[in-house]
């Protein structure tokens, strides 16, 4: 009897060692998997919280930008219109403004050769010049300009200038930036004879549409010549 009471306490320790040395490590091993689990929908969610917030953030400077892009047009639509509006009064009481602008010899825009008769105005790009970033084959008469585009010009401009120097005030309005069009002009005008040069910054802008207005300046409309291959830029359309 004490032998197999023996063997009964045995058998009980190594059912306790058994399940000491098993079943724990499991449950420890279960119970570390449910913490990493955890732990990695916590940092899932704090992810998709901050992608969240982020994009929020980016779509309100979006739309800050957006109402501003929408506020500058409005106000450059509405600056726009009262001056279209306040040149067609001008025009239709015939008033004159007393707004100069001085040209390089040092007189005033109108007052300058006063011996000649014709105020001529001449459009650039495509009028006098064509501009490219491709080289025309056989193209004669043109420039390279900053190693970027070539100049050509128009048959015969040299003459043409030459010959209206003699007769007419010339002036070049065009919707171009200054810095691209003082390169050109200084390459077709070498013995300078345009009086004065406009730009883009002396044009209206509409909608990113550039108007040329010349009633600004004091040139007489029954002597004034415009040359322009697109008419509709300007605001008083005196002259052909």
Known sequence: MSYLKKMSDYKKKLTMIFYTSFESPKEKDFNAEETS???????????ILANFFLSLILAIISLIFLLIKI???IYHSIKSFLYLLY???LQIFKIKRKKFK????????GE????????????????LIFSSV????NAKNYAIMDNKFYVYKRPHLDIFLNTLSQLCDIYI????????????????DKNKIISNRFYRHDCLNMS????????RYNFEEKKLIIIDDSPHCHVSHNGM
């Open 37 to 47: 689990i955890k732990e990695g929908k916590f940092k899932l969610l704090l992810l």
């Open 71 to 73: 506020v500058l047009m």
């Open 87 to 89: 040149c067609s009064i």
């Open 102 to 109: 001085r040209c390089n010899s040092g007189f005033k825009c």
């Open 112 to 127: 300058c050769h006063s011996n000649k008769k014709i105020t001529l105005i001449l459009d650039l790009d495509n009028t």
């Open 134 to 137: 491709n080289k025309i084959e």
């Open 173 to 188: 309005y065009t919707a171009a930036t200054k810095e691209y069009a003082d390169k050109i002009i200084d390459y077709i």
């Open 208 to 215: 990113n549409v550039y108007y040329k207005d010349v009633s």
